[in-house]
Every structure is written in C-alpha cells, then in structure tokens.
C-alpha cells in the first residue's frame, strides 16, 4: 500500500514570496491534515478535511494561508505571502475516517520550508 | 482542555540500557492515546497505540507502553536500547472531547550513547 505523498520535499524561498505544497494521501482515506511543525516542538494542526469540506481551519492563519481539496482526493497548502517564521516542517497525514476506530493517522514525509 | 507532557525534552541512555519515556495526559473521557516516532528529516510513524483495551500496549521496533488512568500516564518503554533507536519521539491524545484530533506533546529525543 502506497503511503502519504508530499512534495517537494525541501523549499527555499524569501520573505513575502508564495509557496504550495502538494498532498496525495492513503487511497481510500476520507480525512486529510496538514500539520506545521516548527523545530522543536509537536506538530500543529492547521486544516483538516473531510472528502473535500472543511472540518477545522481555526488554527490556520487565513490572512496568509490558503488550502484546498479538490474533488476530495489531493490537496494543497499555500502560503502568500510567506513570512520569516514560516520556516518550519509542514506535514501531511491521512486517516480512512476522523472518529472511533478510524482514526489513526498516517504521515507524509513532510516538506521542509526555509523562509529567508 | 486536553493536554500532553512529555518530561524532558531530550533524554540519554547507552546502548544495551533500559529506555523510559515519559507521557503524562490530561482527558475528562476515556482518550485513545499514542506514540510516534520522527526520524531525521523523515515524517512521523506510529509505534503504538492504546484504544481501551490492554492495558500493556506492545509497538514495533521492541517498543511497548503501559496505560495506567489513576496515574494519567503512558511512558514509553524498551527493555534495550539500540543505536537505531535514536530519534524525537512524541505522545498524543485523541478523544471525543477533541473531536478525536490528535493533541501533541512536545517531544522527547532521544540520544543513544556507545
């Protein structure tokens, strides 16, 4: 079974440029995450999916970040525009659903974003 | 609200040493509980995971974690420590509370010496 696609896998950009991220999860899987992780620390949910609807953004700052699931398969995360503490992990995970026994989650590898 | 701690953020054995990690949770309902391991530069994989029945919960990799409700932990253990073992790991609870979202600790590195 393929696991959690992301890409690109490392990015460098300068402040107050955009970046996307790209998403493919488990096939089958309904929910889809995307996580910030700065170093250090545990991850942080930004958004979370249901299909291709929105469960929870509260903690995505939307002035700046934008994500889409389209026709409830790959999805997207977009900064625009970035800024410096930006720089952190961000992570991708799927799971078959977002309740009761079908909730664990699976990872990405993560794509590693530099904000200079 | 729920809430994970994770005592020591970087912790050191030898090789061939007993490994402890510590994970002390806070959940008004019975919470589903995990751990993961992050290699470097790799994305987070489950080890193991406690969904309310046994309450000794064996993982891969020799990992195993004990749910204990009356102390509101879950401490991570290996009987012996290898030198592929050194990596962040991280505690975290879901439960209906959370909308069964996973909450984080801060993580835990650990450090494997010859």
């Known amino acids: 079974e393929a696991g959690v696609a992301q890409s690109p896998r490392y990015k460098i950009i300068e402040k107050r440029q955009s970046v996307a991220f790209w998403c493919n999860p488990i096939s089958g899987h309904a929910t889809l995450y995307w996580y910030q992780q700065i170093l250090g620390q545990g991850p942080k949910l930004l958004i979370q999916f249901q299909n291709n609807g929105v469960v929870d953004d509260s903690q995505l700052p939307k002035d700046r970040f934008s994500a889409e699931r389209l026709k409830g398969v790959d999805s997207t995360l977009k900064i625009q525009p970035a800024k410096l503490e930006d720089s952190a992990v961000y992570l991708c995970?799927?799971?078959f659903g977002a309740g009761g026994t079908s909730y664990e989650q699976y990872f990405g590898p993560g794509t590693r974003l530099t904000v200079t | 609200a729920q809430s994970v701690t994770q005592l020591g953020s970087h912790v050191s054995v030898s090789e061939g040493a007993l490994v402890l990690l510590r994970c002390n949770y806070s959940?008004?309902?019975?919470?589903?509980l995990f751990w993961y391991v992050q290699y470097p530069n790799q994305g987070l994989q489950l080890l193991l995971k406690?969904?309310?029945?046994a309450t000794l919960v064996k993982g891969i990799n020799g990992f195993e974690a004990e749910f204990k409700k009356s102390e509101t932990s879950f401490h991570l253990t290996k009987p012996s420590a290898h030198m592929s073992d050194a990596a962040e790991y991280f505690c975290?609870?879901?439960?209906?509370?959370?909308?069964?979202?996973?909450?984080w600790g801060a993580g835990t590195k650990l450090i494997i010496k010859p």
């Open positions: 959940s008004s309902v019975p919470p589903y």
């Open positions: 975290a609870v879901s439960d209906r509370e959370s909308n069964y979202q996973l909450i």
């Open positions: 406690y969904t309310s029945a």
């Open positions: 995970a799927s799971s």
